[in-house]
């Protein structure tokens, strides 16, 4: 069964359907499909093509083909075009020829494939948005567990200054948090009723489109039946804002990756997300992590795949556009799939507070601390720093390490220190001072972590 | 001069040097860092580290430094590392090296950076704002003028139905609709205010944050030190905005030079805007045109680019990241510069109604209108189209164009016509018949063109 | 069955097997799999760990089991990690368990995935060659069939000089003898052969690795143990080679959409390789062609997504890497469908010289030929092309096509135009002065698809 | 001054001169530019257009022209379209405008530019080969004076086997290796001389190409003139040459980064190549490093533009691909700056022998001695492997290390263990072990190092 045909002397070759086909991907779109038609079937009958009976015979032809759907999977394996045509063959099947082919009229399967991934993409953000949430809450409770762990915070690599675990923990929460309000703005692109735009031109049927959109649950119609055919902007955002996810999720895999090897030590991961080598009996390696970390070019490449394909097509729809569901659909997979694997590696790691703490004391990283003091002390901040500076290029030479320096040794290079600057130089005692919101301070981090578990408690900012 | 140094015993190597200074391009922060440090001037008296006539000097020589920048470009011929060591160098040899060795306690350059890109980035996207909006408003004006002309509508770039001109037009002006709600998300992604950051753990000074941020325009302050140091989270929005607003550009590109070409003939650039050749005399080439399509790849090329850098980088700042800033104010320019080169194509271009209204007629363009005028008569939608189908088959086979068929003719392939079915068949008749919201009927269009009118006068929805 | 697992203390979570496990894609590389086990076992006889009665055992064992495989797809449903373990476990089941633990004897599956990659990859090349060769073979096809027909080549997508149909053709003839020598080099990059170089610090057995080569067939060993862990260049030179064929049938593909279009006319498109459309009844859509141009972009994406997996990867091996093989997989599969459609495309393509000459003699595509004629005769060549843009503009303004030109009115603009100059403004007859190697004259061009006809004859430039 | 205009009626507005204008980038071509340029005109002689008196003077006033530019960078500070007007303008001053004016006779910028672009790639390439020497030497040089440091070779970023230092660097010597293979390639792509090819359908005139390819010092010239017009074949693969060349340096710039870390401890990088921070004093970060790895992105996006560019562009020449010269040439400039970088990194950096061989003895990283020991003595792999992880697993849970464990101790776990097998558990013995070629065994390391500093002194394969 073909849509279409009158027009044409021979039918197209084998070759060429089995290259153009798309029931193998698309089939994936099967219940949105189903959804869609339904709803069109009641639009028809408010225009006079269908009658109730037809409309009541159409949706439940359709729903029982959903039911068989859900319980078969092996129902998808069919010839047909495409879905839509395995909907309307095995509708046909069911409630007749004679409503199935009405069922097309003023519709076509450009606006219905725009419909369809719409239905399916709120959906799907839905979920992502759920696993989203469930890795912010296993970072959370594994800074909850330990709001007084101080780890050495990094810039270039280099041990910079000490910070809270909870804090750095709460840096990929805001990170997430961001990703959270793309996919809701993805949400709000994808929430435009498309039906109604014909094959390019509006439909021929004084179709009301604004009843359609409340019966399907969408916010708003499209505004251009052109535009309509040619919109893909919507699937963009969604791969644009999955690689944006997949960018943070990559950066805390590297991360982890690096505490926990054998030379950070900060972090255990679990033997429950660690594999071992073939050939080598002593690995324990982060492959849950590699992959995360991995997965981010895949999606990242699907981005630039859709980019090109849309780049320099003319006005209306083209078939090149058929290339846009597989690099989405992968993307929504890829990305359920790492952030529940990061959530069950959040849930699973054992931070090694000893370590952390002896390497945040390590590094010189108390020099911050120590500037500043001579700051707050009168000495201008550039003097400060360079009087520092030559304090650790000393205690380097020296092998003295910061906690083993005695008062008169520091005011050998500066006399503006006094007694009360000891104690930044030990047990990473810095950290108090920073309690300015944002900071790393424990009161300052305290009340982060109670707005982040509240903000997590809400729903997300969209509709979605 | 150097912000740093006395940790080291070796200088750096003038080929590091070279490699890695920045002042060549990040100079184009300066106005920004200026405005950035008197702020920081005023914060840091309120914390009693500049007194109020420090603060004073300070700003002054400041200004007096942006003045002489403004005047005199040779000022960025510098030797300096990076924009920040530019100003202070310069701040010292104005007010003295006394304030200038303070303006930097308790500010990292990494804060700055990110400060320095958020204030040039909120002016940018007020300059692509209003440069959208001027296309657009081309756009509407090419509309404006010619209400009634009809063009084919294309899918698979065959003809598919007739289209008003100004329906046509539309597409893209809700396109870049679209474009113009990404560049003002991306402005508020933008509008966070860095400072008291630290270099990644929080300033060691009680900075009132808020204040600072009223101070300097922002409408929130970032929330997690960390996250502030390693968060460009905002320039890949603006690229990925950029590369949309270009994927929309190159379609349009795309369009006008097929139809500007000898085969279409639907419009006449601007000699204003079309170059010759050097070898051949006759040739007029659409070569505007050609580079926004062109450039498209390039500023797609800046997104892939940044989103590799930051693929994988550990928290917090790593130099990486100093990659970030020359793609971002090269999407801005080719974009600026695009969209002005469009709204110019745009004004000068000259539709070929004839041309254009011949084309919609040819090519059994009103075939759609025949098979829902069949459906609309009883027979359904699939026998309608089989039948339709086999009518322009036999038009082609027999060259019988649509205006030529009798009533008699189109009754022997279905008894359903009438004879206002064959007004359908010329003139492009059926585009009446696509009144609803979004659809290409005149009244439609007519509404639409009037609500664009007015959704462009309005200020863009975000803050920007 | 785990090739690992004596170091944990707990086994893998079910949710990291599921989103680790590559069975469902890697078993593609199982018959490499067999074959390089097979040649391990021969290789580890020669150092002493299997007796010749165990490896013939182990290999008739896996030949058995490589025949089930081909008979039965079902055979790769299986719960295995990977296809090493999926192999290994059917071996223990089949040659019992003494022999199978013996396998893996100072192999890895670094090195082992590593090879089967190179093995699949170097058969895949030679199939990709031979569909490259068809579609050359269906363009000169076309090209020898109408040796004399003409069309405009164009520039800037405007009539610019005509040009001989065939040398159109052999335009893709040489893009794509091109992509053949990539594809060659890309084969050598893969053949070399990696068992030996254990995990990555070299096998503990004295492998006669030159020996394992030529038992494989391979041209050479690879030279560093820890490079043939890590390396991945051969994969990134594959979906490069691919990208680049891709973007050559992408233009072929822009050509042929618009030469069959109802605007240019120049090219009839088969039935069995266009489509129609469910709402419009006159649609006769290039689709085969259109997506070949799509997956021009799903290709490309694969190329960036590999390379941003390898960037910033510590040595050796690392997880990550997994990634390399879907898109791969995919890229060759696309590649292959894709030149076998462009063949049939070609092969059923019907050009229409009329409209092709036509549009070759309008739009003063002669120009060029008069302003040579006037350089050739005395006449600077750039008052040649000053005089000739006046007769243009002229001839446009006045509506006087080239052929209704006299002498006259030619002089009129130059003295030196005698009277054969006027055939250059008819028929394309300046075609006839482009006769030097490469250039569109009847005997170039003739010259040209001899020596096309014959290169294509032979063997690619590779071993391949 | 313009190469055309006749045609039209009103010259280009000043704005789209601006947007289209090239000169401040393809001034770049100058000097290939003049090269060209002259050879035509000695090629104008041949086929009498020419007198050799005009030759002469031609060819007199573009070598001052070329000298002029060399002395005064200003020279480029002029108004003209591009490099080709500015040679033809500057050329009319000094030699009149009677030869100037006949230059241009039978050649098109489409070729010229082609031709230019060729030149000057080879030169370039010619000297990213010589950078790449450089680095490989530096490499060299560290391997050579220390060749029986052992460090660990990681896989996962988990210790796995000691390797040799020297080893480990000849794994990025082969990479480099690849690298300079991939440039010699795109080399032979350049090599193909296009003039003659006209705009796009062959000179009118009868050039003697292979002559004029000789002139120019090519290999070869195109064959096919629309696609010499369309071919970027040899651009794309440059940049995928240099994107290949940054994944490696990518991944240097990682390793070394880690090794240079507190953390690791194995590396100390010289100060020259080293940064401090602004605000914190004790940090001496490996900027230079991050650097390196930054750029991959931008030279990656880059490729991504052009192919962006190119992808489904009709044939032939379109001005899309003016934007094919900036990525190219900063990505030459990108690249050679990173060799360059890295040489003095790798020149300047100082192993801690120490450091290296503690972690290569920490981390079980004999385990795999072990196993290997016991397959070779009558226990499977499978077995062996199982066993020993029960010792690691052992190891980690009492806190005993490799070396303290004595034959009693292992035998408890299996009795094929004899007194040989102990030094396999100290001192990283087991990597004499491994002595096959490409394997770490010092043997083999010394061999791989000798054959390396041959392969290095001679020239690169290609002609280049």
Known sequence: MKLWGGRFEKGPAEQFERFSRSLHFDGRLFFADIEGSRAWAR???????????????????????????????????????????????????????????????????????????????????????????????????????????????????????????AHYLLAYFEMLTRDRARFARCYEAADQMPLGSGALAGSGLP????????????????????????????LLEFLFAASCAFLHLSRLAEDWILYSSEEFGFLELGDEVTSGSSLMPQKKNPDSLELIRGKTGRVLGHLVGLATVMKGLPLSYNRDMQEDKEPVFDAADQLRGALDMAALVAATATPRPEAMKQAAAGGWSCATDLAEYLALHGVSFRQAHETVGRIVRAGLAEGRAPEEWTLEQLRAFSP???????????????????????????????????????????????RC
Chains 1, 2, 3, 4 share one sequence.
């Open 207 to 234: 179709i009301d489109r604004e009843a359609l959109a409340r019966d399907l649950g969408f916010a708003a119609i499209t505004r251009n039946s052109l535009d309509a055919a040619s919109d893909r902007d919507f």
């Open 43 to 165: 639009a028809l009958e408010r225009v006079g093509i269908f009658t109730g009976d037809e409309t009541g015979r159409v949706s439940a032809a359709l729903e029982s083909l959903a039911e068989e759907a859900r319980r078969e999977p092996a129902f998808f394996d069919a010839a047909d075009e495409d879905v839509h045509t395995l909907v309307i063959r095995q509708l046909a099947e069911r409630a007749g020829t004679g409503v199935a082919d009405k069922l097309h009229t003023g519709r076509s399967r450009n606006e219905q494939v725009s419909l369809d991934m719409r239905i399916w993409l709120k959906g799907e953000i839905r979920a992502i948005d759920e696993a989203a949430v469930r890795l912010m809450g296993a970072l959370l409770q594994q800074a909850e567990r330990a709001p007084e762990v101080v780890l050495p915070g990094y810039t270039h690599l280099r041990r910079a200054q000490p910070v809270l675990w």
């Open 416 to 462: 503006a220190f006094e007694t009360d600057a000891l104690p930044l130089m030990r047990d990473a005692q810095g950290i108090r001072r920073r309690e300015l919101p944002g900071g790393t301070g424990p009161n300052a981090v305290a009340a982060a972590l109670h707005e982040a578990r509240e903000r997590l408690g809400k729903v997300s900012g969209a």
